[in-house]
């Protein structure tokens, strides 16, 4: 495995006996000369190594390694993980994105769209051939043993789990719980980020700061998620966030922002609710319904539960990645 940085990742990989290199010359940040550096660098590599298929994730290192791989004739297949172009398309930075995905596309002999909603903004938007896009959903491991939530249980502790950055928006999630502070609950918001503070004071300013903690950023979610009842996220912009189908494989009822592939994975009113991005209103009225309603939120958290282990697990995924690099490679087998 090629990457940036290092970290967790790295380590984990690592355990398992996976080959591991960085590259010391890519960067998040867009940089041209350090930019030709680093495709220079992922060439080396791969005119060294001459693998049969050159997978790609995120973005830069998306572009980047598809144009290494198709200058030494190796076919390359993309995963996006959410398409920078879509979220403003007609701004300058989404024609600038959209350029770079025509040419990286190019380039691509697959692209696999973690959900239906980024593959048919690129279809839509004449980014990508439609032919060489495929959805495969994300998936997660079921935990052994599995740490499944008792959703009925009064009060109901509330969870978010999102880095406090803008497009998480939090603010709509704070200012729709002050309508409830007379209301029995508590709300646990895991993750850390520059706005924090801001969500503190505006803890503070709707009067539920005795109700509402920030734990920062934690590697025990899935025990958080046993303890919780109802799982939120109030996100503005979203590709297919995982931590929704974190919060399902636990068993628990979610009330979501209606963007990105979130619908893809929510049963509106079956497993959950979804609701326009930054109504408050809107998501007052699902948070009341379960708020007052146990048994509605153990019942929509069963249905996620089923849904999660039918469609969103890790071998489900992984067979539906390996069948893609199969259809390219003809050499790739699952074991």
């Known amino acids: 495995m090629l990457a940036g940085g290092g970290g967790v990742l790295f380590d984990a990989l690592k355990e398992k006996g996976v ?4 590259l010391e010359k890519l960067v998040h940040s867009i940089r041209p ?3 030709m550096a680093a495709f220079r660098e992922i060439r080396a590599v791969l005119s060294k190594t001459r693998p049969d298929l050159v997978t790609t994730h995120s973005n830069k290192a998306g572009l980047l390694g598809r144009l290494a791989a198709r200058s030494l004739h190796i076919p390359a297949v993309h995963t996006s993980h959410g398409f920078l172009f879509s979220a403003n398309p007609k701004s300058p930075g989404g024609h600038f994105y959209r350029l770079m995905e025509k040419i990286a596309a190019r380039v691509s002999e697959r692209i696999i769209a973690v959900a239906e909603s980024e593959f048919k903004t690129a279809e839509n938007l004449r980014v990508i051939t439609p032919s060489k896009m495929t959805v495969v959903h994300n998936g997660l491991p079921e935990l052994n043993p599995p740490l499944t939530a008792e959703p009925a249980t009064d009060p109901p502790r509330l ?3 999102a880095r406090f950055a803008e497009p998480k928006d939090h603010l709509t999630l704070l200012q729709t719980l002050g309508a409830f502070k007379e209301k029995s609950w508590t709300l646990s918001l895991v993750g850390d980020g520059e706005g924090r503070s801001r969500a503190e004071k505006i803890t503070a300013e709707e009067g539920i700061s005795k109700q509402v903690e920030f734990l920062g950023g934690r590697e025990d979610v899935p025990a958080i998620l046993n303890e919780s009842q109802v799982f939120v996220l109030s996100s503005r912009r979203e590709g297919f966030p995982l931590s929704v189908l974190e919060a399902m494989r ?5 009330v ?3 963007v990105g592939g979130i619908s893809e994975a929510v049963e509106e009113g079956i497993s959950g609710f979804l609701f326009p991005p930054g109504d408050v209103e809107a998501l007052q009225c699902c948070l009341g319904k379960l708020l007052d309603d146990p048994s509605l939120r153990q019942s929509m958290g069963e249905a996620g539960r089923k849904r999660f282990l039918k469609y ?3 071998d489900r995924m992984v067979e539906e990645t390996i069948a893609v690099y199969r259809s390219v490679t003809g050499r790739i087998r699952p074991e």
Not at 19 to 22: A, L, V
Not at 250 to 254: I, K
Request: with cysteine.
């Open 159 to 161: 969870v978010m789990v």
């Open 256 to 258: 979501a922002s209606h």
């Open 312 to 314: 969103f697990t890790l």
């Open 250 to 254: 636990a068993g628990l009822p979610v």
């Open 19 to 22: 080959p591991c290199r960085k």
């Open 33 to 35: 000369l350090q930019d």
